[in-house]
């Protein structure tokens, strides 16, 4: 499980000064759950999913995940979670396979297990195909595949996605879809932030919604929906509108 205290992100921006990117924002999430980080662009969305997989330090606050505490043991919080940055890249000149397989060694996985692992995600998400062909020779989809195989290839009891789906035809999108619902299922923990509504209802158990760096909503969609009627693509403009 994630839990967020008062999490606060200055940047030090090189002659322009300071960026306040995230302020006082504080969340939950538990295992069986998948919590939506939503928010227009520059809300803080990223710089908060950063700093719960230990890439970014707060300038304030704390957490932690799976009981490991985000700032005294970041190594601990590394070894529960698959993070799926929003720009993750592949070498380019190693196959999906090679790249599952050099991760897989990071991960300290037994060679039988992580072979029957590759097997099995290249199955899951459709890769078999293209498995052996060099990574700058795949489409962007295809990259994502191998970007979100190599995410939970040791099977990390938090998945944290950012933007999973985007730029994702649908097809592509669906099978991610589905394989954060099977994440569920197995009683993982998601958290995933994304700005395709029809994704936030078909997924989200719950929705914390950000704007300028500050959290203003935490609920469910049935209850965005009951304040702000039923087009969740307008309820979220309507409630962005009102802190703005
Ligand atoms: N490394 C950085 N240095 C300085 N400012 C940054 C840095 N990273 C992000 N920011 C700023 O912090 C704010 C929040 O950015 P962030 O990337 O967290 O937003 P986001 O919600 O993920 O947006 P998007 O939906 O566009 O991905 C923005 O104003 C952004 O310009
Ligand atoms: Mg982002």
């Known amino acids: 499980m994630i839990s967020v205290r008062d999490l606060s992100k200055v940047y030090k921006v090189k002659k322009k000064g300071e960026v306040v990117a995230l302020q006082g924002v504080s969340f939950e999430c538990r295992p069986g759950e998948v919590f939506g980080l939503l928010g227009p662009n520059g809300a803080g969305k990223t710089t908060c999913l950063r700093i719960i997989s ?5 300038t304030n606050g ?7 505490d985000i700032l005294t043991d970041p190594a601990g919080v590394r070894t529960s979670i698959g993070f799926l940055a929003a720009n993750s890249g592949l070498y380019a000149r190693l196959t999906p396979k090679e790249v599952l397989r050099y991760f897989g060694t990071l991960f300290g996985m ?3 297990k992580l072979n029957a692992r590759i097997d099995e995600l290249a199955e899951t998400f459709e890769m078999t195909e293209f498995l052996n062909r060099p990574c700058d020779k795949l489409s962007t989809g295809m990259k994502q595949k191998v970007n979100i195989a190599r995410t939970v290839l040791h099977s990390p009891p938090v998945i944290i996605f950012d933007e999973p789906t985007s730029g994702l035809d649908v097809l592509t999108s669906r099978t991610i879809i589905q394989f954060v619902k ?5 009683q993982k923990t998601v958290i ?7 994704e936030v ?8 919604i950000i704007h300028k760096g500050q959290l203003f909503f935490n609920g469910t969609v049935p209850e965005i929906r009951e304040k702000h009627g039923d087009d969740l693509e307008e309820a979220f403009i309507q409630m962005v509108k009102e802190v703005a």
């Open 192 to 198: 995933l932030s994304t700005h395709i509504m029809a």
């Open 62 to 68: 704390s957490g932690e995940v799976m009981g490991h």
């Open 201 to 208: 209802e078909k997924l989200c158990d719950r929705v914390a």
């Open 182 to 186: 099977k994440c569920r299922e197995e």
């Open 110 to 112: 037994e060679k039988a």
């Open 54 to 58: 230990t890439a970014l330090k707060p």
